[in-house]
T-cell receptor, first 115, second 116 residues
Framework: AQSVTQLDSQVPVFEEAPVELRCNYS??????LFWYVQYPNQGLQLLLK??????LVESINGFEAEFNKSQTSFHLRKPSVHISDTAEYFC?????????????FGTGTLLAVQP | DAGITQSPRYKITETGRQVTLMCHQT?????MFWYRQDLGHGLRLIYY???????DKGEVPDGYVVSRSKTENFPLTLESATRSQTSVYFC???????????????FGEGSRLTVL
């Protein structure tokens, strides 16, 4: 079985400051890793994902995440945040080779960007 | 417009009543999912479906029933609602389970259910 831990339930940060949202996972098998974002009163949207290859993956809006197998982590970073980045961010995993796209989600981290 | 829609968006009901949450997608995606979102728990999978007439339990299926007679619809029924089922329910769909589409779920906007 897999599990995901997001230790920070809320991360307040000032606009234009850097941010890191932490994600650790536990699994007895290899996994795929994902970050989803949920803006207020909306459903979740895929932000970025790691399937294989380069351990550093990027999104179109400046976020990046690095897969660290030895530390079982997939932290999300952005060098300079905007007010519009205020949202809840969910880390998720699914087992490698899984046939159903079932994702196991973490509890979420609310990124609150202040002016 | 193409997409995934949920109805109703908001629902208040009483303990013991039957409630059905509807989910409709226009992409002809094979996979569909129902998650519930609760503070401190994130999203938990209730049921999923790999195709029409194929459904399976997720992490928290007790008290819920699903059906999928058509590819585009995946209703979730609470046969006898309880207060613990007060939650925000999200339906999602996915075109495939492998390749470049791995892990890419498309979510509806959610249905907020309150059970009094």
């Amino acid at each position: 079985a897999q599990s995901v831990t997001q230790l920070d339930s809320q991360v307040p940060v000032f606009e234009e400051a850097p941010v890191e949202l932490r994600c650790n996972y536990s699994s007895s098998v290899s996994v795929y890793l994902f970050w989803y974002v949920q803006y207020p009163n909306q459903g979740l949207q895929l932000l970025l994902k790691y399937l294989s290859g380069s351990t550093l993956v990027e999104s179109i809006n400046g976020f990046e995440a690095e897969f660290n197998k030895s530390q079982t982590s997939f932290h999300l970073r952005k060098p300079s945040v905007h007010i519009s980045d205020t949202a809840e961010y969910f880390c998720a995993v699914s087992p490698y080779g899984g046939a159903t796209n079932k994702l196991i989600f973490g509890t979420g981290t609310l990124l609150a960007v202040q002016p | 417009d193409a997409g995934i829609t949920q109805s109703p968006r908001y629902k208040i009901t009483e303990t013991g009543r039957q409630v059905t949450l509807m989910c409709h997608q226009t992409w002809s995606h094979s996979y569909m999912f129902w998650y519930r979102q609760d503070l401190g728990h994130g999203l938990r999978l209730i049921y999923y479906s790999a195709a029409a007439d194929i459904t399976d339990k997720g992490e928290v299926p007790d008290g819920y029933v699903v059906s999928r007679s058509k590819t585009e619809n995946f209703p979730l029924t609470l046969e006898s609602a309880t207060r613990s089922q007060t939650s925000v329910y999200f339906c999602a769909s996915s075109p495939t389970s492998g390749g470049s589409g791995t892990g890419e779920l498309f979510f509806g906007e959610g249905s907020r259910l309150t059970v009094l």
